[in-house]
């Protein structure tokens, strides 16, 4: 009857022999507690570039010898962690032997998939029952199964360590840290405990709705679950920050007055959880928040309009700009569809307490003003639907965007005013008419126009009048002062005027005013 020590010898003969067969590089550990007992190598690669091809395979096999009446091979705990938290491929051998000394059988078992997540299960038991305890005076058992045995040659132990392993080393352990970090969890491992501490439910509300960052002072405690297995952290004070998505979707509806055509919007619903008893709900639009606010005896709407640091497109300025309009007026009503319910909030607009409230609807109105001309002009360049640009872009542009748009639509006549030194030029060659141009940029497009003017000349008083400005193109071009410059060419070559004038500085006058002389009237932000 042989020993432990000698039917493991046995069986590490016997494998080295195997390796011998199949050409493989068989290296043992010098003392058994690395976890395995050999470095198996394979030949490197024999084709592709020297410097690209890819390295040659390894992995690390333990060997365990048992009678052949033994159901399972033990292996201490210790060593059983490194073979299952190693990256490179790691493989159990199980050799069988008789009461004559003869190989009955062998196994080979990969410490993957649920050989691996045994490993892991059975070291959480550990960690949950004692985790001081020492793993080397702890053992695990492996039992072979059918679909694991091999033939007892080289080229059997080879074929099913390649078929295995692949052919992608790097891939491998991919796979492998993947199964480290995901085995034995749930859909939902983790369960956090939280005691609020002065804090209204209003405030808690309030984070879970993203209208507040934190909630400071919160005693937590998470417990994780794996393998059915759940492990609690001592308690600890800290903080709560959360990401809030959104729970449904919704159509905002708004109308000046009864029966007008709304203008709408989608949003996104956030809501509170039903832990939470303060009904409260968030609207969630590009620019613009709503925040409704159910009690037992009435619902209330606050709005939050924040233009700044945000792109739209030349649409949702109009629609929200008029929407700001209703909002300080207090006009209108808002109606919010949900899409999952189909059900919808309906609340009349009132007026709110504002001090500023005339310099907001003077800006809201000059908004609107600007956001509509440039729609118009977007339109009539046929601009893509998508543009988007910042309110700055807008602000800085009021001018020339007021101007052009009048232009376009024909509605006013512009007056000209030129320096001395381009009106000498007009003077000296005395041209009937010529090419008027202008331009201005949004958005990395550059939106340009021209038209043709008449030219009259005052010898006497030593002016040049331009009037009579008939428009004719108006487009968008590449953002490039070379451009400019190729488009203005090209009209004067079309309309066969040679003299030409470009427009540096561009004014709008006030509303229902017959000219359109320079201005520096500011447009301030609206931020409510």
């Not at 020492?134 to 091999?150: G, H, V």
């Not at 491992?189 to 501490?197: E, G, I, S």
């Amino acid at each position: 009857m042989l020993d432990n020590d000698a039917l493991g010898e046995k069986g590490e003969q016997r494998f080295g022999e195997m390796c011998a067969e199949a050409g493989l590089i068989c290296n043992k550990a010098g003392r058994d507690r690395a976890g395995w007992d050999f470095v198996v190598n394979f030949a490197a690669p024999g084709v592709g570039a020297l410097d690209k091809r890819e390295g040659a395979l390894s992995c690390y096999i333990q060997v365990k010898t048992i009678l052949d009446d033994t159901r399972a091979a033990k292996l201490k705990l210790n060593m059983a962690e490194r073979l299952a938290k190693e990256l490179k491929p790691a493989f159990i051998v199980i050799f069988k032997v008789n009461t004559r000394k003869l190989f009955t059988g062998a196994f080979l078992l990969h410490v993957a998939d649920n050989r691996l997540g045994a490993i892991l299960k059975r070291l959480r038991e550990e960690q949950k029952n004692d985790p001081a305890c020492q793993l080397n005076k702890k053992s695990i058992s492996f039992a072979p199964t059918e679909s694991e045995r091999i033939d007892l040659d080289g080229d059997s132990l080879k074929s099913a360590l390649l078929r295995y392993i692949g052919g992608n080393l790097s891939g491998y352990i991919g796979r492998k840290q993947g199964s480290l970090t995901k085995l034995g969890f749930g859909e939902y491992p983790y369960l956090v405990t939280a005691k609020f501490q002065g804090v209204t439910e209003s405030d808690v509300a309030d984070v879970f709705l993203g209208l507040k960052d934190k909630i400071p002072n919160t005693i937590l405690q998470v417990s994780e679950t794996r393998f059915d297995i759940t492990i609690t952290e001592p308690e600890s004070v800290g903080e709560i920050s959360l990401v809030s998505g959104p729970h449904d979707y919704c159509k905002i509806l708004y109308r000046a007055s009864p029966g007008d055509i709304p203008i709408t919007f989608r949003g996104d619903v956030i809501a509170a959880p039903p832990m939470v008893r303060v009904q409260k709900i968030r609207i969630r639009c590009p620019l613009i928040d709503f925040v409704i606010d159910k009690t037992r005896h009435h619902t209330t709407i606050n709005y939050t309009f924040e233009p700044n640091n945000k792109k739209c497109t030349a649409l949702e300025w109009m629609k929200h700009w008029r929407l700001a309009l209703g909002l300080l007026s207090g006009s209108g009503a808002i109606e919010l569809q949900l899409d999952s319910s189909g059900q919808s909030i309906n609340v009349k607009v009132a007026p709110l307490p504002i001090d500023n409230l005339k310099q907001l609807l003077a800006s809201a109105r000059k908004y609107l003003r600007v956001s509509e001309a440039l729609l118009n002009l977007c339109r009539c360049a046929g601009v893509d639907d998508d543009l988007a640009f910042s309110c700055d872009e807008m602000t800085s542009n009021y001018h020339p965007i007021m101007v052009f748009d009048a232009l376009v639509s024909g509605r006013q006549q512009p007056v000209f005013n030129v320096d001395a030194h381009t009106g000498s030029i007009f003077l000296d060659e005395k041209p009937e008419a010529t090419i008027v141009a202008g331009c201005f940029s949004i958005e990395n497009a550059r939106f340009v126009l021209y038209g043709v003017a008449d030219v009259d000349v005052d010898d006497q008083a030593s002016r040049v009048l331009f009037h009579n400005f008939k428009y004719r193109e108006f487009r968008v071009i590449p953002d490039t002062d070379e451009a400019y410059k190729l488009f203005v060419e090209d009209a004067s070559r079309n309309e066969g005027i040679r003299n030409y004038l470009f427009l540096t500085r561009v004014g709008a006058a006030e509303e229902n005013s017959e000219a359109l002389p320079d201005s520096s009237v500011d447009v301030p932000r609206l931020s409510q």
